[in-house]
């Protein structure tokens, strides 16, 4: 079956440091590709996006993620994270043969250490 | 801009009592949705719109039903409400189905059954 998995349910990392997220999926052959985010209380807010072409996307807030293939892995990542970066996180996928329905991970939450 | 608006934004119900989600969209989106997220779990497409007049099931639709009779309102309603319907509430829209299509959620609507 097609399944999302975020290995990850916390990560603690300290205001400033490198944050990297992890996400696999398991689907044949590649899928459309999202992270979004979703502040305490709110709705969820596209990140960033994969579809096809250079397999490092750029996403707002100065997330990006990297494709890769052969790991089945679209890993979410930012250099230096702020405190307004506390969040939680999920990946999903929206395999071709789905009628592009997503699917979701069970998300990350980021915990931000002052 | 309004956005998604999702009413109300709590509520608790007694097991076998009614209530309708309500969801409008002001974007003039085509494609809405509503999805339950679970703790610990990713976000469950429950049902999902087209257009105005067209809906279908996603992957947990029992116990929901959904109507769409125009492009704005897409409202969820829950005939006898269960224990296990506790869960948060999204509702999302987009101009199209496809995966190029960003998703926009709602706030989200928190529904406690006892």
């Known amino acids: 079956a097609q399944s999302v998995t975020q290995p990850d349910i916390h990560i603690t990392v300290s205001e400033g440091a490198s944050l990297e997220l992890r996400c696999n999926y398991s689907?044949?052959?590649?899928?459309?590709l999202f992270w979004y985010v979703q502040s305490p209380g709110q709705g969820l807010q596209l990140l960033l996006k994969?579809?096809?072409?250079d397999t490092l996307v750029q996403g707002i807030k100065g997330f990006e993620a990297e494709f890769k293939r052969s790991q089945s892995s679209f890993n979410l990542r930012k250099p230096s994270v702020h405190w307004s970066d506390a969040a939680e996180y999920f990946c999903?996928?929206?395999?071709?043969?789905?009628?592009?329905?997503?699917?979701w991970g069970a998300g990350t939450k980021l915990i931000i250490k002052p | 801009n309004a956005g998604v608006t999702q009413t109300p934004k709590f509520q608790v119900l007694k097991t076998g009592q009614s209530m309708t989600l309500q969801c409008a969209q002001d974007?003039?989106?085509?494609?809405m949705s509503w999805y339950r997220q679970d703790p610990g779990m990713g976000l469950r497409l429950i049902h999902y719109?087209?257009?105005?007049?067209?809906?279908d099931q996603g992957e947990v639709p029992n116990g929901y039903n959904v109507s769409r009779s125009t492009t704005e309102d897409f409202p969820l309603r829950l005939l006898s409400a269960a224990p296990s319907q506790t869960s948060v509430y999204f509702c999302?829209?987009?101009?199209?189905?496809?995966?190029?299509?960003?998703?926009?959620f709602g706030d989200g609507t928190r529904l406690s059954i006892l």
């Open positions: 974007m003039n989106h085509e494609y």
């Open positions: 719109s087209v257009g105005a007049g067209i809906t």
């Open positions: 689907y044949g052959a590649t899928p459309y």
């Open positions: 999903a996928v929206a395999p071709m043969d789905s009628n592009y329905q997503l699917i």
């Open positions: 999302a829209s987009s101009y199209g189905a496809g995966p190029n299509q960003p998703q926009h």
């Open positions: 994969y579809f096809s072409g």
